[in-house]
Nanobody, 127 residues
Framework: QVQLVESGGGLVQAGGSLRLSCEAS????????MGWFRQAPGKEREFVAA????????GYADSVKGRFTISRDNAKGVVYLQMNSLKPEDTAVYYC????????????????????WGQGTQVTVSS
């Protein structure tokens, strides 16, 4: 059973930065693509960023491209989301997720492809 635990959320002013971390249990972390999604009140959960199993390919939503960076440390079993130049519209609960299939070379952006989810961490950006 895979457990994902996010941390690093909080309250920040517009223009500030946060780094989210997601620590995964289990021995197969390094074989799976990982993703970050977010959900604002009253809205659908949306894709933010994803990284393939090796860390060689990344993808981003247009709304965060150039501001957010996803990375992973397979030795530590952690995936990160560095968020810079934060805007009030980035306010949401951020979730990390693990793709269900091993060694997927592509960046996976569809929510339904992810089999395991963390509990989420709140990010609030004040104007």
């Amino acid at each position: 059973q895979v457990q994902l635990v996010e941390s690093g959320g909080g309250l920040v002013q517009a223009g500030g930065s946060l780094r989210l971390s997601c620590e995964a249990s289990g021995r197969t972390f390094s074989r799976h693509a990982m993703g970050w999604f977010r959900q604002a009140p009253g809205k659908e959960r949306e894709f933010v960023a994803a990284i393939n199993w090796s860390g060689g390919s990344m993808g981003y939503a247009d709304s965060v491209k150039g501001r957010f960076t996803i990375s992973r440390d397979n030795a530590k079993g952690v995936v990160y989301l560095q968020m810079n130049s934060l805007k009030p519209e980035d306010t949401a609960v951020y979730y990390c997720a693990q793709h269900g299939i091993e060694f997927t070379p592509a960046v996976v952006t569809t929510r339904e492809a992810y089999g395991y989810w963390g509990q989420g961490t709140q990010v609030t950006v004040s104007s």
